[in-house]
């Protein structure tokens, strides 16, 4: 077998990697780099996105852009793996977007093996900040590597019975996203924040919002829950709702409390919005209830009606992302826009990457002879095993 890092090594983002036997050729996502939603660098691989022969399959871990990104870039003809509700998400999200989904992938399932060629493949159900995204286990030759995707142990799916069905492996490549050069991290549990939103909610007497991505499914959820405990309705925008709607734990038809809205006077959304029937809700209805709001940063002319009807004192905001996001343009003037109708704003928020303890909790396990470290930009955090493990990162491709 031979893998080959084509992207994503040395940085967070832009994944691309081959595994491949002499009969077979496999890729295992296709992301852009961060920041990168207009001007996409494409890379030269032959024969998966130009010229040359196809690859036998490419495999999508997760929805993240930085990881299936060039999807619609790949080779036509080429077979395309990927999780059902991933892709429903992916097609909701398109839809409301006016952008067409032009591939067609073939579904796997959870410990399910595939066989392509000479090579078996064995997606495994992780817990990220993706809905429906897995890590892939890749046995060819009489070996075995495992492909993480992006991970974490601090979501509701439990790490520990993932690490039960993980078996012993040749090649770990696992991304390596929080490990931090100045100290360990540790990620607060998702299931926590519901307690913080809980506590700030109820100190809170004004209206409530939550800024979050609408395909971080747990966040979703973490709200709906906060907003529950607190008597309060919780409302999906129009393109929350749609991707909610593909996953019925978060599904507004299967909720008590919660309501559609529109924030615009577009006459496809709101054919839409007259889908969810009894669902659906109006400004004025809202200024009169108690309430937690889905809410982004194009909606601040709504936000501004529906302040004239409703004052937004001692109302509070949970800022449901990465930090990092607040130092951009639109994000920075939303949130001082908020803030000047009277709204505090509050972190709410927990890494979908894994700690520096779940990243040693799976190498302990898997115990594998070779480590790649991908999607990281601290890579040498590796070298604290390199007396057992063999750690390669100044190459991007390896034999074995
Ligand atoms: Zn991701």
Redesign the pocket.
């Known amino acids: 077998m031979k893998i080959t890092i084509h992207r994503g090594q040395h940085q967070i983002g832009g994944s691309i990697i081959e595994i491949s036997t002499n009969h077979t050729r496999l890729i295992f996502d296709v992301g852009i780099n961060l920041n990168e939603e207009t001007d996409i660098e494409m890379p030269y691989i032959e024969g998966l996105f130009s010229n040359g022969k196809k690859y036998d399959a490419v495999f999508i871990s997760?929805y993240?852009s930085?990881?299936m990104g060039l999807l619609s870039h790949i080779k036509r003809g080429t077979p395309i793996y990927m999780g059902k509700t991933a892709f429903k998400i992916i097609e909701a999200s398109s839809a409301y977007r006016n952008i067409p989904v032009n591939v067609s992938p073939t579904f796997y399932n959870d410990s399910t093996p595939i066989t392509i060629g000479d090579m078996k493949i064995v997606p495994y159900r992780c817990d990220?900040?993706?809905y429906d995204?897995y890590m892939f286990l890749v046995e060819a030759n009489g070996k075995k590597v495992l492909y993480t995707g992006?991970y974490r142990a601090n979501g509701r799916q439990s790490f520990e019975a993932l690490l039960e069905k993980l078996p012993e492996v040749d090649v770990l490549i696992t991304e390596g996203t929080t490990l931090s050069r100045e100290s360990n991290i540790k990620n607060i549990k998702e299931d926590l924040l519901e307690d913080i939103a809980i506590k700030e909610l109820n100190r809170h007497s004004g209206p409530a919002f939550i800024m979050m991505s609408a395909m971080n499914i747990d966040r979703l959820k973490t709200a709906y829950n906060a907003a529950k405990a607190t008597n309060r309705l919780f409302l999906e925008d129009l393109y929350t709702a749609g991707i909610a709607s593909s996953i019925p734990e978060v599904n507004p038809a299967n909720l008590e409390n919660t309501r559609v809205f529109i924030t615009d006077g577009n006459q496809k959304h709101y054919g839409k919005l007259n889908e969810y029937g009894r669902l659906k809700i109006g400004k004025y209805e809202i200024s009169k209830q108690k309430y937690l709001m889905c809410v982004r940063q194009s909606m601040k002319s709504y936000l501004k009606k529906l302040n004239e009807l409703q004052s937004f004192e001692d109302g509070i905001l949970f800022y449901g992302m990465w930090k990092g996001y607040q130092e951009d343009k639109d994000m920075k003037s939303f949130l001082e826009f908020i803030q000047n109708l009277g709204v505090k704003i509050h972190t709410l928020h927990t890494s979908?990457h894994a700690d520096t303890e779940t990243v040693e909790k799976l190498i302990a396990d898997v115990k594998p002879k070779v480590i790649m470290p991908v999607h990281t930009e601290n890579e040498q955090w590796f070298d604290n095993y390199k007396n057992e493990i063999n750690v390669v990162y100044q190459n991007n491709c390896i034999d074995l």
């Open positions: 997760h993240h930085d990881h990220h900040s993706a995204s992006d979908g």
